[in-house]
């Protein structure tokens, strides 16, 4: 990846799921330039070390935002089952007693961007990810071009200081035994 980018032929380098510790080991050997962590609403372990360590870098963030949109209240219950390749058969978010717990959560962010912004929850939980820092890209997943749909709604508008706060406590008040993307980041000895 170094020589690539020595050479022009490559314009920028990324890594997914690092550690801090990961991107100064990477960065020995070649320049960083993005992160791809998990970062979202439900998902904010790297406030503490990676969107700092980013930040003081000038390393831009691509969130990977997709939990929200994954509990979509319209499609969703506790009944709901995942297949194939689908990453909700093993994210904990998604297995009892969680799974009721995040779709509580949902509901009541999903009826608080409709009364406060007309919105739904999935373009709220995008619009979180931009106004959490300048150099945050929400990364939007779609298998088909209809889930693409709810993208312009989250442009010509922001979530406050007070509208954050309103989300906290929905969050704290509904998900009594929060869990993070864990299962999906490499070991460090691994990922260096």
Known sequence: MGELYGAGKIRAIGVSNFSPV????FGKVAPLHAAQPPYNLFERAIEQDVLPYCRARDIAVLAM???AGDFCPAAMSTSSRFTGDDLRKSDPKFL??????????????DQFAQERYGKRVIQLAVRWVLDRGEMN????????ADQLSPIADVVGWHIDGTAMAEIDLILRETIKDPIGPEFMAP???LAA
């Open 65 to 67: 935002a997709r939990c």
């Open 187 to 189: 070991p460090d000895h």
């Open 96 to 109: 009892r007693p969680r799974f009721e717990q995040y779709l509580a959560a949902v509901e009541r962010l």
């Open 22 to 25: 990961q991107m100064k080991e």
């Open 137 to 144: 890209i929400a990364l939007w997943g779609a298998r088909r």
